[in-house]
């Protein structure tokens, strides 16, 4: 089994990524496009859980990892909620 060297590499944050643009391109429609503290909320919590992984992924410890995908699943639940 390889070891992943880049945070890009994890198929995690590939999926982060994808939800990411696609919860983005979302807020350019309405009735979000112009709920304008809703649609600052989707994106932010949205690129959160892309950050949060590659976060926790560099830090270097496998426990901060673990608790960075944690916090990234809060960010999920925030945003498909």
Do not use: C, H
Not at 19 to 28: E, I, N, V
Request: hydrophobic content about 40%.
């Amino acid at each position: 089994m390889a070891t992943i060297t880049k945070f890009e590499d994890l198929e995690i944050w590939q999926l982060a990524r994808i939800l990411s643009k696609k919860a983005y391109a979302l807020t350019f429609k309405e009735p979000l496009a112009s709920d304008f503290r809703l649609k600052d909320q989707i994106r932010g919590s949205s690129g959160s859980i892309m950050d949060n992984i590659a976060e926790g992924f560099e830090r270097g410890s496998r426990l901060e990892f673990i608790n960075s995908l944690s916090i990234s699943k809060g960010e999920v639940f925030y945003y498909i909620s």
